[in-house]
């Protein structure tokens, strides 16, 4: 596999997971606002900051699948279809799960875990990527 192909991948990965990692930032906002940080919810709102987040999130849909999920010309796509399939599912799931304005700094670190197993699961599809090509 190019170099240049990994690369991609990993620049895809690395641009979405710099805008979705501002998700930890909801589960303490009261503790961030008591010593002063300058977080993303605490700077635009946390209804403007969850609204920006699922609207990311769903956007990661459609950049995941032509960046971290496209086999070679010649690859076969079995293995990625689960992995896309996947992701989906777990990025849906954060999606609507940021929709809910009410929810406590439980519920928003379960929402942060669950982008945890997100990045775990793209991070192991490098391999079906590799096979792929």
Known sequence: MP?????????????????????????????DARIGRKTFPLVYGIRTAKNALSLAYL??????????????????????????SGSAVILLCIAARLCKQDADCRYDHFTYRLWEYWYTLVCISIFAFYISR
Do not use: C
Not at 3 to 27: G, P
Not at 60 to 84: M, Q, R
């Open 59 to 84: 956007l990661s849909l459609v950049i995941a699948h032509y960046t971290l999920f496209t086999p070679g010309e010649n690859g076969s796509s079995g293995a990625l279809l689960i992995f896309e």
């Open 3 to 31: 170099l240049r192909e990994i690369a991609h991948w990993l620049l895809s990965l690395l641009v979405m997971t710099s805008y979705m990692i501002t998700t930890q930032d909801l589960r303490d906002v009261k503790g």
